[in-house]
């Protein structure tokens, strides 16, 4: 019996697993993922403005597996032997007859020890918990977001949103390494953007890094000080610790570079933002949209190797993308066609329920929209 091991049960590994469903009891697939829920991160600075309870972004992944058929181990991958074949765990070694890395991304503190112990993060359901938890007792005059990519926006825009509903004052800022927010995205994005923070008193601070954390003193570029301060850090990702220690070509956040197949070797498929596609002359971005899409395409070529079928190559289906902010003056690119205002937040929630995993899950977020009717 071929043994299968799925890295990761994001995205890209819980469609990888779905996908390898017509041949369970033939095949002996395991998914390893060192924590036990999987969160929905789309939804996560939506858990700061809108106060969508963050349980409702968790999926219990042992459940899941359960259902599906398969093995869950809660084990985290520490070392992967491509020749031998053999996954190393905190627990144990496995050997694979077929690897899936789906392992993803998480937050790339660039080596500052201090940034690591005094900022906070939104990575996960836990995160967002102890954000909201932190918003509503803690008087704070400053809110930093460090990072001014998609992910800082919105949770800017979140901050704002939730300090007006509880009739609360503080300077937002935004600090930027780079000189201009929003890096590689169009111009008229940059500058709808740039118009909707100004709208909402939010400061943009370019060519400038938060350099040190003492207390609540925040030191940004060695020029400015800001006391009691909070830092949530967005300014940047990485791939797993395992992944920096595999000698394969990579590109500078650590994604692997895959072929036409999505495949590192014969019996290596490495797929979401653990993976490094070239698309266009460029490579994809980290986006949901891709990590479903290519755990299926695995799947099925895992299959097609197994009854010894030609493999498929992936191509990639781009439907655009938003940059949600949440006094729902939102932009984004859908289907080729620019979008503005209300019409890309709706999306980006309709994309969020559709994806969101278990009827709890999706009619706990739209009750909670409902509620909140989605403004200011
Ligand atoms: C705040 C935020 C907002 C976002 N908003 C959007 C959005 O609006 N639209 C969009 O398209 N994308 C968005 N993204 C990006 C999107 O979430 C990612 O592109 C997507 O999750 C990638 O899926 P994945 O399966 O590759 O990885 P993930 O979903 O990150 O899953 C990886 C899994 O691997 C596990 N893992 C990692 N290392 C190990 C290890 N060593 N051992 C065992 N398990 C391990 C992790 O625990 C995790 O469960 C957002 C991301 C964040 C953080």
């Known amino acids: 019996m071929k043994k299968i091991i799925v890295m990761g049960a994001g995205f890209a590994g819980f469609s990888t697993i779905e996908g390898l469903s017509s041949i369970r009891g033939k095949t002996a697939v395991t998914l390893i993922d060192k924590k036990q829920s999987a969160d929905f991160l789309p939804l996560l600075p939506d858990c700061l ?96 977001v460090a990072g001014g990519g998609y992910t800082g926006i919105e949770v800017v825009t979140n901050l704002r949103l939730y300090l007006d509903k509880v009739k609360r004052k503080g300077s937002i800022i935004i600090v930027e390494r780079a ?99 070239s698309y266009k002359n460029n490579f994809l971005r980290m986006a949901v949209q891709f990590a479903i899409f290519q755990g299926r395409c695995v799947a099925a070529n895992i299959i097609n190797s197994i009854k010894g079928r030609k493999l498929k190559k992936y191509t990639p289906i781009d439907f655009g993308y938003i940059i949600p902010m949440a006094n729902n003056n939102s932009c984004g690119t859908v289907f080729g066609l620019n979008l503005k205002g209300f019409l890309p937040t709706a999306l980006h929630f309709i994309m969020c329920i559709y994806r969101s995993r278990g009827l709890r899950n999706k009619f706990g977020v739209i009750k909670t929209l409902i509620r909140r009717r989605c403004t200011m």
Request: aromatic fraction near 10%.
């Open 49 to 144: 403005g809108r106060q969508i309870n963050p349980q409702y972004l968790r999926c219990d992944i042992e459940h899941f597996c359960k259902r599906l058929g398969f093995r869950f181990l809660r084990d985290e991958v520490r070392a992967v032997d491509l020749v031998n074949r053999a996954v190393t765990t905190l627990t144990g070694t496995l050997e694979y007859d077929y690897l899936v890395i789906a392992s993803g991304s998480e937050t790339n503190f660039y080596g500052n020890q201090n940034i690591r112990e005094y900022a906070y993060t939104l990575d996960s359901a836990d995160d967002a918990v102890r954000l909201s938890n932190l918003l509503g007792k803690e008087k704070i005059d400053n809110y930093i």
């Open 179 to 277: 000189p201009a927010i929003l890096g590689p995205l169009p111009e008229w994005m940059k500058d709808y953007v740039t118009d909707n923070l100004r709208r909402l008193s939010i400061e943009v601070m370019v060519n400038s890094t938060v350099e040190r954390i003492e207390g609540g003193r925040v030191f940004v570029s060695a020029r400015k000080v800001f006391d009691n301060t909070l830092v949530i850090w967005a300014a940047g990702v990485k791939t797993a610790g395992f992944i920096q220690d595999l000698k394969v070509e990579k590109n500078p956040q650590g994604r692997i570079k895959v072929d036409d197949y999505l495949k590192l070797n014969e019996s290596c498929f490495v797929i979401g933002d653990a993976a490094y596609f």
